[in-house]
């Protein structure tokens, strides 16, 4: 078999959600390591509240926790999605994985559900929680360790602030999840999704594959940081390979141990309410403190 790299581009990429290639393999590689979200809204769904009900789903990705979430509620019978008062908000700065969640996320006819550019760090600019005291998220997540993309100076925190800006006093509830082998405890133990080499066959686009090479992470501090290339690979009926695109990603995350993310949690007014600890993810939940 010939690998030619005739027409490829190399693609220097900070994280790996920057084309619709790249969209389409986060599904892939994560379908491998992600079991079916086990969070459910409907435990915090009061029918008889005057206030709209508010999911919202912070670095949604291709939607599958959101879509998740929307599917959970539509099998109970107890929450009528067409008539209660309820949506649900799909964020990311990522065009193509929003592309993505519309794409292939089918959403029953008549629920509120809506795909929303912006940032993690700016939840009070999603035009839904502009109404001020009375529109409060209830549910949030920020699943699958998004928030170690905040890897700036301050991000963790003004985050948080965030958070506690938009979530419902009381009631409301924020699950944040870190990858147990980023998190500045991770134990040998610890899954790193980002350490398979891999091969992953295209749904999308006929004959391409997905080729993971030189994969390896290293602690720079409090960053920790993943280097992977990802090969776009077309493969022919003669049995070649032609390289598309190679995505040379280099991805920061940060790296906070339980207590300092705890620490951050107490200083911007919340505080966790319980921590689940899962097989390459934990989640803090998290409240208004008062
Ligand atoms: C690990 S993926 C998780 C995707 C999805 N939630 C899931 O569980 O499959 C992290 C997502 O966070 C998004 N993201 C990174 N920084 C962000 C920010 N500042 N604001 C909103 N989304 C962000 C990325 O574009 C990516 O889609």
């Known amino acids: 078999m010939s690998c030619t790299a005739t027409e490829t581009q190399i693609q220097e990429r900070e994280d790996f959600y920057d084309s619709p290639y790249l969209a389409e393999h986060y599904d892939l590689f994560s379908a491998r390591f992600w079991e079916p979200e086990r969070l459910d809204a409907r435990k915090a769904h009061d029918p008889t509240s005057t206030h709209p009900f508010i999911v919202l789903d912070v670095g949604t990705g291709s939607g599958r926790v959101l879509s998740g979430l929307v599917l959970g509620a ?31 996320r089918p959403i029953p006819r008549g629920i509120c559900t809506s795909w ?24 949030l997540v920020f699943a699958a360790g998004g928030i170690a993309h905040l890897v700036d100076a301050g991000q963790t925190e003004a985050f948080l602030r965030e958070v506690a800006a938009v979530l419902q006093p009381g009631s409301g509830r924020a699950f944040v999840s870190f990858m147990n082998a980023v998190m500045d405890s991770a134990d040998e133990e610890s899954i790193d999704p980002v350490k398979e080499q891999q091969e992953l066959p295209s749904g999308k686009f006929p004959g ?24 776009v690979i077309k493969k022919e009926t003669d049995g070649s390979e032609r390289v598309l695109e190679r995505n040379t990603i280099s ?23 319980d921590t689940i600890k899962e097989r390459v993810e934990t989640y803090y939940a998290l409240k208004l403190r008062g």
Not at 87 to 103: C, Y
Not at 254 to 266: L, T
Request: charged letters at 25%; hydrophobic letters at 45%.
């Open 251 to 273: 991805t920061r995350l940060a790296s906070w141990s339980p207590e300092e993310f705890a620490g951050m949690v107490q200083a911007t007014g919340l505080e966790i309410v």
């Open 74 to 104: 539509c099998q109970d019978a107890q929450v009528d999605l067409a008539d209660d008062d309820i949506e649900f908000v799909g964020l990311d700065v990522s065009p193509h994985m929003l592309s993505r969640a519309a794409e292939t």
């Open 116 to 139: 929303v550019l912006g940032s993690a760090l700016d939840l009070r600019a999603i035009p839904l929680l502009k109404g001020g005291d009375a529109v409060k998220v209830d549910f």
């Open 208 to 231: 391409i594959v997905y080729r993971t090479i030189n994969a390896s992470s290293e602690i720079v501090g409090k960053t920790h940081i993943d280097r992977r290339d990802i090969l």
